[in-house]
């Protein structure tokens, strides 16, 4: 058992339910379940290092802490809370960045001046601990504990720490483009493009991928959009490690634990048992990417009743190719790679397997991904307008939007969930015209044309123009003939 195991332990509380088989492993290597001390230090300074850390009130919590991560090898900062005052304007609210479960985050600037040599001048994400229950100085304290050691490029980096009194504060690198979930999911944020959801994708996969790969596996447990943070070339980065806890070692094949984490994204053996395993991760990875390709969030009351939950919903298409184009982000106006579309479904399909053993591994899911960003079958948009004509001059305008096969109209996002309620009809009109070349579905989020290069029917030869109008005089000639004008005509 590594130090840190041991340092873990201490502070995991009656809200972890150990296995037998640990309980058994633990009283053959020490009685309270820690760590047998090096001969370097002294039993009774470590284990009481370990009893106070357990206690956030203890008066020598702040300088046990240091120490311990020091003796890790940890290279972040102690910041002083004056510090972080000075570097977020004292707090200002305009320096608000936003406000989670665990309190608000400010945006922060360091000078190189404050620690010379130690750290550069740079922007920072400061976040203020909310410590109202014991559960916010666990999640504060693991964070300190996982990041304080991990270093990797989609991890985010933390700087440092503040732990003065009740204040606990926690100093990371700035991540300029924000979450995830702002991007997908915000009403009036730009679309991501397919290149970037992608970028988003593999990169949320490595960082899994890194942590299922230690030497003693780390579960994330708290895998969801709005944990993955973005900077500003949307690099994702894995965020939030408060949920994180060591994986399963030796010949014990699962974590027992209380069930914590988001509803919608935990996986479903994880809920209904506890039994925490990577595999928990991967279900959660795949959750992510069915956002990702659909632009639903993975819970929405708002919706009607059999899509509010969205793996149920969309599950039934993820193997199908030619059926991949009708949950696909509409908002994506048909600008993806078809190819890499149905090959991301169904890696979504492997990831969702309801039996743990059949989802691949996360390094599994790198390699299924990497290929995906080199295919370069993403159409070209061409842009189409009619042509009417007024008094002898020709005008253009938009073409109104095409009309599918089936009746259907494209549609705007509060329309895109109403528009898969008649998949069946869909089906039906599949069968009777042959699939779709590219799949794609001929409707867009914001009501514009989309273009269909591969449909057997093209949408321009659908396109009407507006008819020209039978009043060529148009309405005001139409009023100079009105007898009282004929009347005072006839007077002059």
């Known amino acids: 058992m590594t130090w840190m195991d041991a340092f873990m332990s201490c502070f995991t509380g009656e809200d972890e339910k150990e296995s037998e088989k640990m309980r058994k492993k633990k009283k053959k290597t020490a009685a309270d ?74 945006k922060g600037f360091i000078d190189e001046k404050l620690r010379p040599g130690v750290l550069k001048a740079q922007t920072v994400a400061v976040k203020l601990l909310d410590l109202e229950g014991l559960q916010g100085h666990r999640e504060w304290l693991a964070e300190v504990i996982y990041l304080g050691q991990l270093r990797h490029p989609h991890v985010v980096k933390l700087i440092g720490y503040c732990c003065e009194e009740e204040q606990r504060l ?54 969801k959009a709005s944990n993955i943070l973005l900077d500003s070339d949307f690099k994702a980065k894995l965020s939030d490690f408060g949920l994180a806890k060591d994986g399963p070692e030796g010949e014990d094949t699962h974590v027992s634990t209380r069930v914590m984490g988001t509803h919608g994204y935990a996986a479903p053996e994880y809920v209904m048992t506890g039994h925490l395993t990577a595999k928990s991760d991967v279900y959660s990875f795949g959750v992510v990417l069915l956002e990702l390709l659909t632009g639903l969030r993975a819970m929405d009351k708002k919706r009607p009743h059999r899509q509010q939950n969205l793996v149920e919903w969309a599950k039934p298409y993820l193997n199908d190719g030619r059926k991949v184009n009708r949950i696909m982000d509409p908002q994506l106006d048909g600008q993806y790679s078809i190819k890499g579309a149905q090959k991301a479904a169904a890696l979504a399909g492997q990831c969702l397997a309801h039996n743990p053993k059949n989802r691949p591994p996360m390094s599994a899911v790198v390699e299924t991904l990497e290929p995906l960003l080199e295919l370069k079958d993403v159409p070209v948009t061409h842009f189409v307008y009619t042509v009417t004509q007024t008094n002898g001059k020709s005008e253009e305008k938009d073409a109104k939007p095409a009309t599918k096969e089936n009746g259907h109209t494209p549609h705007s996002r509060t329309g895109h969930h109403g528009h898969h309620e008649h998949r069946e009809k869909s089906e039906e009109q599949d069968a009777k015209h042959g699939a779709k070349e590219n799949g794609h579905s001929p409707h867009s989020r914001n009501g514009h044309h989309e273009h269909h290069g591969h449909r057997s029917r093209s949408p321009i030869s659908e396109m009407k123009s507006k008819p020209l109008s039978n009043h060529s005089d148009g309405g005001h000639n139409k009023h100079s003939h009105s007898p009282k004008r004929r009347d005072r005509e006839r007077k002059q």
């Open 33 to 106: 379940g820690k760590r047998r001390p090096s001969s370097a230090e002294g039993k009774d300074g470590f284990k009481k290092r370990q009893s106070r850390l357990t206690d956030s009130g203890s008066p020598t919590f702040a300088s046990d802490l240091s120490m311990s991560l020091g003796s890790m090898g940890s290279e972040i900062c102690v910041f002083t809370t004056g510090e972080l005052r000075s570097i977020t304007n004292n707090f200002s609210s305009s320096y608000l960045l936003g406000e989670g479960g665990f309190g608000p985050v400010y």
């Open 170 to 223: 926690l100093v990371y690198e700035f991540m300029a483009r924000g979450s995830l979930e702002n991007h997908l999911f915000k009403r009036f944020s730009i679309s991501l493009p397919w290149a970037s959801r992608l970028k988003i994708a593999l990169g949320a996969a490595k960082g899994l991928a890194f942590l299922h790969g230690q030497k003693k596996p780390i579960i994330y447990r708290d895998f």
